[in-house]
């Protein structure tokens, strides 16, 4: 019984120590740092340091002075609403038909209603001009069978529908998660008692998940006023704050100015996740037993159909911005008629040269962000897990902000804090990496969280009494358990990096151009038949990595967004 | 010698701390099974695991063959342990999971087939050896995790709760052969039951748990014939309690009158403290305690008199509720000798063997 012949070091004690310092320093450095240097550059001039002295409110007085910084603010807040009531009045009906009707292919069903979130939403945003722009293939059939006239495209009339088709998913994923999971023997009671159908839809069952309505609006609603491939597609003139964050700074680089704006829409997100967080603490008290079960009922033949033929409506209408540009993308001739006439694979002959630098930049770049992703997340998921780590809420903060914060945000806040000073970033990979990081992590972490909370405690236990070291422990126990798990997170976090753009926009430089940079600037160049080709690939890319993370993790797609 | 010296466990931080584990102290031989027994939130289990290096020690010291073990990682202890939910690694074969000890250590490859070979030859399990856990049984799962235990021959085996998970018949079963083989492997043994039927046929000593507290220790017949408490009394099999007044006694035992003017010589006296005194109805100088088989039923004769409520067979006894005079709540009756009967609502009369009565004084005293 002499420790010796255990082959165990002190170091080995000091060893989750030292990764937990290590985590704290990287959570400093990279999510504290730059998000307090952005807060403190929205309170000082451009080209002055930040000082006590030169605080000023100089860079917000922009709101109340230029018209274009409060039209951008209110169509931020216009578009946000008004995508959140679309998405949400297209999902209810959906997610109570998904849920409660029995639906043929109801896996495919919830499959597909991710789709819109895994194809990178500014590619699909062009398509909407080939749908409803001036000379879209709807508004000729509108305009030429029924005579009716479409707003323009471009402008709050296509930014909102465009926003509301990519992120009604998550209301409606989180709305079909609740009507599956009411508990059915409320609603029979209500039956018994002589309440009709709609009746106990009206003033039992809705009461009960209103909160999670209101939980899904907030989550579409902070997505929608923090995206910025829609509006810088679709927007035209018509900017919001995320397209004047970046014509900020690509105009001017009026970095100041640009965090001051950064901070109105941040206060916006917060103020919605505040919103949230009080929802969800109310949230627990409503009765919804956390077991699913199957609720399908019966339903008269014709309402069935109606309802299953619905779902399928809004699939494809969310799905067409991305069959467009598979479309576009195989067409050589497309003018003056509904469809292609010409097809074949010119456009990707064209491109075939141009991407090999992208490409390998995105695999590089998502590559190293996906693996400082992992070890960070899993590292801090098992330490927060275990009780290592003090203050499980700040961890869950950090993690969770940057999450949640407009990509175009932690842009601003990289530039702020890394352009100069003691660490000096700008144009670099590192930068890219970092900011990719930071804004992903989230899903490594929870995905890891949610798998050590399964594994019992005890086996960690079994092992140290075994004689293990804690890395043995870790090495040999925990994480062949959670490798699925990580595995799963890890290519979410590569393949939605793969079509990032709001944080790359900003701290690309020509060294480290991106797969979607490339779209852009086909996109920006009008060049749409290229973008479509490339906007393909990636949309093909991230759907088979994802498809991939879902067999791996052993979930429906749906449930890696929920 | 396993020593445990006022070993306490507070949680939380004053004023709100609470002590689940209150300066317990005893020693184990090498080889004895030694069991803590108690209800649950007694902090036997809490001992275990500070034992096992698992749980910070607030208080105190565990010390084994004289060196200081109260702050040794549970790593450096060499002690094997078996969980209630068997913690067997899921991702690894039955072999491997019982060479994970050995691998920890550095053993070599085939020094670690003979020694998992061997001790899965002892735990009946060699035809399993290639199998994944959760195509075992719960009780091969149980066998393997205790084999996992002892492949590297720990220097003490710590067992909680084992057979918690496994149903009635099979729980019998295993418990023979867990002292089976550790008296096979001669080793020092830490069991942890709720179970009090389970420690008294398993256990070399018992260690009686209640509230954070060491209440009693002994060999299982000396704690269920002699409990030091009334606690110690009621949850270690059945007890009838009768109110009784002292009638003289000296030394250790001592005379009771029981209601309707019974004396009971008890074999034994033991002083209530102020707790458990207050359980001692008014009017009453003590307890007497008398287990169920040690109370004779007849028809007449000296004793408490009372009346037959419930009859039922045990198969080999007859046990009898009788509502008695001066009995707190129903006296319990098990009569092995069959000569007898009695019908419900028959009048009997209790008497109760001295030998195997305890008496409970409020205050020790002269008459």
Known sequence: MTPSAFGTRAADRALPLAIGGAAALIALLFLIYPLSSAVLGAFVKNGQPVALANLT??????????????????????TGAAATALATALSLPMAYAVARVAMPLRATILGLSVLPLISPPFIGAYAWVILLGNSGIFTSLLRDYLGIGLPSIYGFFGVTVALALSYFPYVFLVLQGAFAAVDT???????????????????????????TVAAGMLIVFIKAIGDFGIPSILGGEYQVLPTLIYYQIHGFFNLNGAAAIAMVN??????????????????????????????????PAP???????????????????????VLYSFSERWGGTLLPSVYGFENYRRIVGEIAGPAMNSVVLAGAATLICLVFGAVTAHAVARGRIAGRWAVDLIVMVPFVLPGLVIGVAYLVAFNEGPLVLTGTATILVLAYFTRRVAFVFRSASAAIFQLDRRLEEASAVCGAS????????????????????????????????????????????????????????????????????TILLTFALVAAASRLAGRNMADLFR | MLSIRDLTKTFGAPPNAITAVDRVSFDVARGELFTMLGPSGCGK????????????????????????????????????????????????????????????????GAEIRRRVDEVLRALRLDAFAARQP????????????IARALVYRPSMLLLDEPLANLDAKLRVEMRAEIRRIQREFGILSLYVTHDQEEAMAISDRVALFNAGRLVQVGRPREVYRAPASLFAADFIGRANFFRAMLAGGDGPSGRAALPGGAIVSAARIVELSPEEAVRVPAGADGLLMVRPESVTIGRAGAGVSGRVMRAESLGGAMRYTVSAEGALGAATVDAWRADEEFAEGAPVVLAADPAESVLYLRKRGSP
Do not use: C
Request: charged share 15%; hydrophobic share 50%; aromatic share 8%.
């Open chain 2, 45 to 108: 289990t809490t001992t275990l695991r500070m034992i096992a290096g698992l749980e910070p020690v607030s208080g105190g010291a565990i010390t084994f063959d004289g060196r200081d073990y109260t702050r040794v990682p549970p790593q450096q202890r060499n002690i094997g342990m078996v969980f209630q939910s068997y913690a067997l690694f899921p991702h690894l074969s039955v072999f491997e999971n019982a060479a994970y000890g050995l691998r920890t250590r550095g053993m070599a």
């Open chain 1, 185 to 211: 023997h409320i609603e029979e009671a209500a039956t018994v008692a002589g309440a009709s159908r709609w009746r106990v839809l009206r003033t039992v069952t809705l009461p009960m998940i209103l909160p």
């Open chain 1, 303 to 325: 309402l069935r159909g109606v309802a299953i033929a619905y779902v399928w409506l809004v699939l494809i209408v969310a799905n067409l911005p991305q069959a467009v540009t």
């Open chain 1, 470 to 537: 804690w890395a043995t422990t870790m090495r040999r126990v925990v994480l062949p358990l959670i490798a699925p798990a990580l595995l799963a997170g890890g290519i979410l976090v590569f393949a939605t990096l793969i079509g990032e753009i709001s944080v790359t926009v900003l701290l690309y430089s020509a060294r480290w151009k991106t797969l979607t940079i490339s779209i852009y600037e086909y996109l920006l160049g009008n060049d749409i038949a290229k973008a479509s080709a490339l906007g393909t690939v």
């Open chain 1, 57 to 78: 409110l100089a860079n917000f007085e922009r709101f109340l002075v230029s018209a274009s910084y409060q039209r951008a603010l209110w169509h931020s807040l216009a």
């Open chain 2, 134 to 145: 959760a195509t075992l049984s719960g009780g091969q799962q149980q066998r393997v995790s």
């Open chain 1, 266 to 299: 941040v206060a916006l997100t917060l103020l919605a996740l505040g919103a949230l967080a009080w929802i969800n603490r109310t949230r627990s008290v409503a009765t919804v037993s956390g077991t699913a079960r199957a609720a399908a009922r019966p339903l």
